[in-house]
């Protein structure tokens, strides 16, 4: 790898198998399940302290698993996220 082909990101470890390693960088799914990214130990370097781990990566690797820094779209997620909650404890009905 060259050095501006690397990508360093920070994670929760949610599972240090064999071959992989699982972490959760803060997603959820539309239940509100953690989506974990599995990627493979023979593509990464990492550094496990306190439940989470420094990841350095192929930046084509940070591609494929979306590990990319995305304000906009993390944003967007929230706020959708944000209005699903509202919905389930009936907060977006107006009230007199």
């Known amino acids: 790898m060259r050095g501006d082909d690397i990508v360093e990101i920070t994670a929760a470890v949610r599972q240090d198998r064999h071959k992989s390693l699982a972490i959760w960088m803060g997603d959820l ?3 509100g399940g953690q989506v974990w990214v599995f990627l493979p130990k023979s593509e990464i370097d ?7 781990a420094t990841i350095t990566l192929p930046y084509w690797l940070a ?3 979306n590990l990319l820094p995305r304000d906009a779209d993390r944003h967007a997620r929230t706020e959708a996220r944000l209005a699903r909650i509202e919905k389930v404890l009936g907060l977006d009905q107006t009230t007199h």
Request: net charge negative.
């Open 29 to 31: 799914d539309d239940d």
């Open 46 to 52: 990492y550094t496990i302290r306190g439940g989470h």
């Open 63 to 65: 591609v494929r698993e």
